[in-house]
């Protein structure tokens, strides 16, 4: 998705990351704007300002911020010159984001703000988004050239949702306002778009007639870590569905956009919600499994299972995976399935679309090759960013007559472009706000359809009273979620 010709960068930027000292910021915004930094992205004038509550001085949060950035950044991109040089732009403001007059202490910081871009970054929890825009607007912050930025989980439910986009939306009119979705971000995802609708081959196959099913896969392999206060309220529906595996459906079902810019693209994508078939009570038990892990063994190490996590609450109820069997009602593709699961403590750390097509309606070679897969294209945003077209060739070989075999074409990333690395989402997604596109960002919209549709089923469940079903840590999920596909006669795709 290319930035339109009219957006360029600005001349001078001042970026405000409140929540500085947390984990995103340290382990992803920084490293990303480190980078930016060194590849002179970023507008030659820029300022970057971390504000968090704690008391420490500028000193000591560099340290900080350069002990994280040494351990996220690859050691052949990390020099102590450009830290230098990056380090003169960052500056640390102990401020609580709560307190209307701690706003005072931001804007003296700043100094000269006249005619500068500001980007508010709120790597915070959600309960501060409407409170620091208030405060922000009070501190004359928010003038015309502010921008802000709203991490996910943008709520908890529609209503919480509907609410932070009210408080926002009296503040920052919506051209100002970037909601991120870091997986619009990735470069797979966006060769995606380049794929679909910059190739003539793709389109005329892109519907129901010739695909079969379509698979999404995020898994990983981590557990909880330190998230279970968060986790336990939010569990993977909402966690990840809701975003994540969402807007990664909607990027494969839309219709071709009239153009490339942020409205054209998300218009498209908010009729996909709007199309997604609400999941009744009485559907969920052969439409949605929930699962929670349970001790396993991940990469041969044991692990505990959730509840016996760290600080853990040992009568959750949250699930840590979720599959579904997810139906669009329109034309493209009605009668056409898309199954997605996410799950924490699987095998594998993977995200992947898998679109599956249909056998040949007429199949004229020997007929125990039918077994044999038909086309699959495989989409892989992680491990090993590429794209893979699984095609039926003949056996090399004059023995071999006409003996199927199933071979790919790929596209791996790394390999064809001989890039030095790919960019983390963040650099881009922080590079296009500086720019002012949101062609990667999440409107409005688009965030209460998923809601809506995401709460009909949060609540079938809490109806119906459903426990999430256990699985061993280190499998692909309850044995449920493979009865799931297999009911329709297909299987997931690549599971050991
Ligand atoms: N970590 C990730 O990779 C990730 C990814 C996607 C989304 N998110 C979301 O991003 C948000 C932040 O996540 P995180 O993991 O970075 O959380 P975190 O590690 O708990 O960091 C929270 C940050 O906010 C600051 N803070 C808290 N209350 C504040 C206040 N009243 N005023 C000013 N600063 C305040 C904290 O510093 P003080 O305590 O010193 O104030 C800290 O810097 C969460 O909503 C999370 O769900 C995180």
Known sequence: MNTPASLSLPSSCDILVFGGSGDLALHKLLPALYH???????????????????????????????????????RSDFSAEAWRSFAQRLQYVAMDASQSADF?????????????????????APSLFAPIAQNLKIAGLAGPLARIVLEKPLGHSLESALAINQAIGEVFDESRVFRIDHYLGNETVQ?????????????????????????ITVSETLGVENRGGYYDHAGAMRDMVQNHLLQLLCLIAMDPPADLTADSIRDEKVKVLRALEPIAPEQLATRVVRGQYTAGYIDGKAVPGYLAEENANTNSDAETFVALRVAIRNWRWSGVP???????????????????????????????????????????????????????????????????????????FSETFQTARTPDAYERLLLEVTQGSQNLFVRKDEIEAAWTWCDGLIDGWGRLGEEPKPYPAGSWGPQAAVALIARDGRDWYGDL
């Not at 970023?42 to 350069?66: G, K, V």
């Not at 778009?193 to 007639?209: K, Q, S």
């Not at 699959?376 to 077209?389: C, H, M, N, T, V």
């Open 191 to 215: 060769n995606l778009m380049a794929l679909r609708f910059a190739n003539t081959l793709f389109e005329p196959v892109w519907r129901n007639g010739p695909i079969d099913h379509v698979q």
């Open 338 to 412: 898309f199954y997605l699961r996410t799950g924490k403590r699987m095998p594998q750390k993977l995200s992947q679309i898998v679109i599956h097509f249909k056998e040949p309606p007429h199949y004229i070679f020997a007929p125990e090759q039918r077994s044999l897969i038909s086309n699959r294209l495989i989409i892989r945003l992680q491990p090993d960013e590429g794209i893979s077209l699984q095609v039926m060739t003949k056996d090399q070989g004059l023995g071999k007559g006409m003996q199927l075999r199933t071979g790919p074409l790929q596209l791996n």
């Open 104 to 124: 005072g202490r931001v804007a003296k910081a700043l100094k000269r703000s006249e005619g500068r871009v500001l980007v508010h970054y709120l790597a915070t």
């Open 36 to 74: 930016l930094h060194r590849e002179n992205r970023l507008p030659a004038d820029t300022r970057i300002f971390a504000l968090a509550r704690s008391q420490r001085d500028n000193a000591a949060y560099l340290e900080l911020a350069e002990r994280n950035c040494r351990v996220q950044v690859a």
